[in-house]
């Protein structure tokens, strides 16, 4: 089995790698390997795996799909960076199926959705077998799809969706959104305080240094929203 995690840029440094590689360690009970695909491996841990970008015009999250570019033969667990691991994941390996995806269901979006909005999220994902086809359609003209989407969720959504499987209720929630539909973020009310439930096993910080106050301009979640979460990592 291997755990996989993505650095890009420099929103994330190699600290938020070696955090997750931590956290995976006290909370995963079967053996695995764990590799980060980056374009700059410089202070990872020398236990990580390191397998480098390839020369591809990608911007931020899009990357994410490279990991689709060949069919795996094991059983892949992928964490965004600012994920926290709360307490015991092994199990998130039985939520394999061969040639699908499990993704995030964001059941903290009980409401009416418009657009291109959607109820599912990329910050975890398990799957084994041939998913290139993701890839394979992406890349054929990526700068069509990184222009109408705001993000790979929207792309797998409503292009890959008979792949897709979600993970059941009770095992992620989202520290800036919500946790269910009874206890989420509604527009018009203040985003904080954020959400913080110790009974999950992962939460996952999808808006960190990303969404901005509309007046102050400063980052809704930033690296404030880790305080009371130290434990899970040191």
């Given amino acids: 089995m291997r755990i996989v995690c993505l650095k890009w840029g420099d929103k994330f440094s190699h600290e938020h790698v070696n955090r997750i590689y931590r956290m995976c360690k006290k909370n995963m009970q079967k053996d695995f390997t764990f590799t980060c695909y980056t374009e700059n491996p410089t202070g990872i841990n020398k236990d990580i795996n390191i397998v480098l970008l390839g020369d591809y015009d990608l911007e931020n999250w899009w990357w994410k799909l490279c990991l689709f ?7 892949n ?5 600012d994920v926290i691991i709360q307490n015991d ?7 394999v199926e061969l040639n699908k995806l499990r993704i995030v269901k964001a059941y903290w979006k009980p409401y009416e959705l418009f657009g291109t909005d959607m109820n599912y999220n990329s910050s975890v994902l398990v799957w084994k077998g041939d998913l290139s086809n993701i ?14 989407y705001a993000g ?8 890959h969706y008979e792949l897709l499987n979600v993970f059941p209720r009770g095992q992620i929630y989202s520290r800036l959104y919500g946790i269910d539909e009874n206890n989420y973020y509604k527009a018009g ?4 305080p954020l959400f913080k439930d110790d009974q999950y096993p992962i939460c996952i910080f999808n808006g960190w240094r990303r969404k901005t106050e509309f007046i102050s301009g400063k980052y809704i979640l930033d690296n404030e929203g880790y305080n009371g979460f130290e434990k899970y990592w040191n």
């Fill in 189 to 192: 009310e203040p985003l904080m």
């Fill in 89 to 95: 994941i092994t199990h998130f390996a039985d939520y």
């Fill in 77 to 81: 667990i992928f964490l965004d960076l």
């Fill in 69 to 75: 570019k060949n069919p795996a033969a094991e059983i």
């Fill in 152 to 159: 790979i969720d929207s792309y797998l959504y409503y292009h």
């Fill in 135 to 148: 890839w394979k359609e992406f890349i054929i003209d990526p700068d069509y799809y990184m222009v109408k």
